[in-house]
């Protein structure tokens, strides 16, 4: 290593220092966008850094700098045109593309070095070829994996669980196939063997996250999530990079921790979710089996009441909220009743919308305030003091039945709504949520239906409020 | 096993264990912009993209490169914009509707500075 890249080398520490930096800026929501242009300045100075090396070294052809400067600045157009014009509900989609774009590259990576390497003389170094090994595999999982997953979540591939007969099979013959290609590479140079890897491991990719239902969405982009952080560390391995292995050993972290939290949250083991079946909703009970005659239902007036004359109410917003465009409505709501006295504040599940964070995100783009975005653990005592709970397109992280043993969602941590004073559903039916069971909360005697559409609802609970406190 | 590559597993362990340290302190609320400030500290692969690339001499080798730059930065400069759109919803207070913006600045910024001019005409 000559002085001039050693010194590359020190901006590149510099550059990842900025990365630690910023993300723990990300501690709070009043600094989490200086830790935003912290990161990104970080990563403006690796990039410069990187050109400047470059031209420092005067090895590139002019073909060879086309090449990558239109792929460059197509790219980025690309990337700052989706950025701009997503919607915060298709965010998970987002960042799912954007998962399978940043493994892909780490993929490319390794295979564009290995076929570097392979046609020189003497061949691929040893340890190096483990690293090319896990950057392609991973990469090229996460390629395909992220790909179904957007398109899971954009409807275009559908959100039921893909099981067929025989993917069991399929599955382990691939894995086999992976495994023994690695093994076979750190051996022998050779390229149509990195071919079959980087095929298997597409295939493996897809095969993984088809039969992954919409429910569990929330835990397969951060797994996702965590792998492209991988690839991009194992890529750095690859070409002795301090920057991307430092970036990618953050990017797993974040992404490992969010998927035990995501997990966590649905008291189901990874094993359990990537084994799919799970979302399909199918098996629901109809209405009737549900003991109907217990079941309240009132109109809008009846439920304007309840909140308007509450002294604490707390919303429990769930994805069907975002699904029906409601959050803008319910800020609305929030905001009427706050400006007549009444505490308002949010109950938010982690696994309430299609990735980590998601409701809160969609709250803050509706005006909500964040310090009124509760964690689950800071609301739940909370509920008893409440006069009214107002739920909306929340379903089974609401249900009591998750503390008795024995459901299909025993042990999952829920919001303990049924400790309000009262509570007021609004919903469309009687449909069962993902995980196919009827909801318990819904008989409490505490409990009130409010059978509509939730924007519907909104509206209408927001006119009746304002006419009863003027 | 080279010192180079013990100084490059030392590096990615620390780092590791950093991350864990720093992200387990995000609160839930602000997941999905970490999340999304992840995938764009991902994007940091346009480095590998750019000094693999370089190299590159034939046409397969020049079809990758273009690939890899390309996914490279749509990774980093739409994760980085995207976070940003995001980060910059979050309000400790809500902004109120314009009409009262209005109202309420009424001896606000808007005001003074015509009266200024006044007093300076």
């Known amino acids: 290593m000559n002085s001039f890249t050693t010194n590359i080398q020190l901006v590149y520490i510099l550059a990842a220092a900025c990365f630690v930096i910023g993300l723990h800026l990300m501690n709070s929501p009043a600094t989490a966008r200086r830790g935003n242009q912290v990161s990104t300045a970080g990563m403006v100075i690796a990039v410069l850094a990187t050109l400047i090396l470059l031209i420092h070294e005067g090895s590139v052809t002019g073909v060879g700098w086309t090449v990558l400067i239109v792929g460059t600045l197509l790219g980025s157009a690309a990337g700052l045109y989706s950025a701009r014009t997503v919607q915060m509900t298709a965010m998970p989609q987002l960042v799912s593309m954007f998962n399978a774009v940043g493994g892909g590259a780490a993929a490319l990576v390794a295979i564009y070095g290995y076929m570097q390497d392979e046609s020189a003389p003497g061949g691929v170094l040893g340890t190096t070829t483990v690293f090319t090994g896990l950057d392609v595999i991973i990469g090229s999982v996460t390629f395909t994996g992220s790909l179904i997953a957007a398109g899971k979540l954009q409807g275009i591939i559908t959100g039921q669980p893909v099981i067929f007969k025989g993917a069991r099979a399929l599955n382990i013959a691939l894995a086999v196939i992976i495994v023994g290609t690695a093994a076979f590479l750190l051996t022998t140079a050779s390229l149509p063997a990195l071919l079959i890897l980087v095929l298997a491991s597409l295939a493996f990719g897809v095969l993984m996250v088809l039969p992954i239902g919409g429910a569990d969405m929330p835990v397969v982009i951060s797994l996702l999530n965590a792998f492209t952080g991988t690839a991009v560390a194992m890529a750095g391995f690859v070409i002795t990079n301090w920057a991307l292995i430092v970036a990618g050993a953050l990017v797993g972290a974040s992404g490992g921790i969010l998927t035990k939290l995501m997990a966590d949250a649905m008291n189901r083991s990874l094993a359990n979710i990537m084994v799919g079946g799970f979302g399909t909703g199918d098996n629901a009970l109809p209405v009737a089996a549900a003991g109907d005659a217990q079941i309240r239902s009132i109109a809008a007036d009846d439920a304007a009441i309840q909140l308007a004359y509450a002294s604490k109410v707390i919303i429990v917003p769930g994805y069907g909220l975002a699904a029906a465009q409601a959050q803008h409505g319910v800020a609305e709501l929030a905001q009427v009743l706050e400006s007549h006295g009444i505490e308002v504040s949010y109950a938010i599940h982690p696994v309430a919308g299609r990735m980590p964070g998601h409701m809160n995100v969609l709250l803050a783009e509706a005006n909500v305030p964040y310090p009124l975005l509760k964690e689950m653990e800071e609301i739940n005592p909370e509920f008893a003091r409440a006069d009214v709970a107002l739920v909306i397109g929340a379903n089974d992280v609401t249900n009591p039945a998750a503390r008795r043993a024995g459901t299909a969602i025993s042990g999952m941590p829920i919001l303990d709504v049924d400790q309000a004073k009262s509570i007021i559903v609004v919903k469309r039916s009687m449909a069962s949520g993902y995980a196919g069971i009827d909801n318990e909360l819904y008989v409490n005697p505490k409990t009130s239906m409010y059978f509509a559409d939730a924007k519907k609802a909104v509206a209408e609970l927001t006119s009746a409020v304002k006419t009863l406190v003027g | ?121």
């Open chain 2, 1 to 121: 096993m080279s010192t180079a590559l013990v100084t490059d597993l030392t590096i990615f362990v620390l780092a590791l264990l950093v991350g864990i340290e720093v992200i387990g302190k995000v609160p839930a609320t602000l997941h999905t912009p970490l999340m999304s400030a992840a995938n764009s500290i991902h994007g940091i692969v346009l480095a590998g993209a750019l000094l693999i690339g370089v190299t590159a001499h034939t046409f397969v080798g020049y079809v990758l490169a273009f690939v890899a730059a390309f996914f490279a930065a749509a990774n980093v400069v739409g994760g980085y914009v995207v976070t940003g759109r995001m980060l910059k919803m979050f309000r400790r207070k809500a902004v109120p509707p314009p009409a009262d913006a209005v109202g309420a600045n009424g001896q606000g910024t808007p005001a003074p500075a015509p009266r200024k001019d006044g007093a300076t005409s």
